[in-house]
């Protein structure tokens, strides 16, 4: 990446969590985001997508960030039926996910569980790509079992009219813990012509910056966990900085926009409150000093002793 340069910045997929209206909200509130992946479609048992399961993806619902949706199809005829709906919708731009590393997925071999067989994922694009009418892009994991599994599928992605490729540098078998591995990234670079976004762990403006200056090729980054424990993240890594008080305020304010939004959305407090504790598990990062009260949060069974625990964290942050 050049120096004068800006990152091109992308939130990640986060199943259950950054859907239409929590990148809404999280548009609203803070900036330097240049465009979202959409959390996975789940693939139907039939071609026909029911309007539904296409709701997220509506255009009215996502004008606030460049959305891209995913597909986790590994059939043909499921990929284009879905693939060239979305084209209908507006979408000129899909990703296939070959990263979900959930046990069930996998096992089906889709996501990273499809990683190891790459002349499935070779017969797959030969298959799709003829006819799909958006463009195509692959958001993938080092390998499933192994980071070798990555070093020989890259080359064979190579003839292929791919927009690009993020890798989480990760294996499927880590699911979402244990060390990322940078080296095994540094190791795909060269085995693509593909355009690369890195992914995994991005949670600092230091890390950023550390790995910035590790590729200097990369001019793309998707940030999904580091953003919702420090929501400025994507501005700070662009060169803003808001100022102690300045970031409760913000901080608040996307929290209760976001509370009353999901309360409209969402039927009973079971749901609401479920939704919410998924999001704290991360965000409770951005209320340093705050972590103790976090219990309280995963404990509230009432709106009531909800906001009295989000009141504790945030009067202890200030
Ligand atoms: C709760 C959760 C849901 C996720 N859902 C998706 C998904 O729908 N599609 C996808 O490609 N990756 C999904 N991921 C993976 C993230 O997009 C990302 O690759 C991973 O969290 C590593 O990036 P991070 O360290 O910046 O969070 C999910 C991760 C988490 C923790």
């Known amino acids: 990446m050049s120096e004068s340069l800006q990152p091109e910045l992308i939130m990640a997929p986060l199943k259950g969590i950054t859907d239409a209206l929590f990148r809404r909200v999280y548009a609203a509130h803070f900036s330097g985001l240049d465009g979202a992946v959409a959390p996975f479609i789940n693939p139907q048992s039939t071609a026909v997508f ?4 296409l709701a997220d993806l509506q255009p009215e619902a ?13 059939d043909a005829t499921g990929f284009l039926a879905l693939g060239n709906r979305l084209f209908e919708l507006g979408y000129r731009d899909i990703n296939w996910n070959l990263g979900c590393p ?13 990683l190891p067989y790459p002349d499935a994922i070779v017969a797959l694009l030969e298959a799709v790509l003829p006819e799909l009418k958006p463009c195509l892009s692959i958001k993938m994991r080092l390998g499933y079992h192994d980071a070798r599994e990555s070093l020989a599928l890259l080359p064979r992605l190579d003839p292929f009219p791919l927009t690009g490729i993020t890798i989480h540098a990760r294996l499927g078998s880590q699911l979402y813990s244990g060390q990322t591995d940078p080296d095994a990234f540094a190791r795909c670079c060269y085995l693509t012509r593909h355009r690369l976004t890195y992914n995994g762990d991005i949670t600092s403006r230091q890390v950023f910056h550390e790995l910035a200056g590790r590729f200097p090729a990369v001019e793309r980054w998707m940030i999904g966990r580091g953003l919702l424990a420090n929501p400025f993240l994507p501005a700070e890594i662009k060169g803003e900085v808001a100022s102690g008080p300045a970031r409760l305020v913000s901080l608040a ?25 998924q999001i704290w598990i991360y965000f409770i990062d951005a209320f340093p000093g705050a972590h103790r009260h976090l219990k309280k949060i995963t404990r509230a069974t009432s709106e009531h002793a909800y906001h009295e625990a989000v009141q504790a964290i945030v009067g202890t942050a200030e």
Request: net charge positive.
């Open 50 to 53: 029911a309007d539904k399961v």
């Open 62 to 74: 996502n004008t606030s960030l460049p959305v891209t949706p995913q597909l986790l199809n590994t």
């Open 102 to 114: 959930v046990r069930m997925v996998a096992k089906k071999r889709r996501g990273s569980g499809l």
């Open 253 to 277: 304010a996307f929290h209760d926009e976001l509370f009353l939004a999901l309360k409209d959305r969402l039927s009973g407090p079971g749901h609401l409150l479920g939704r919410l504790k």
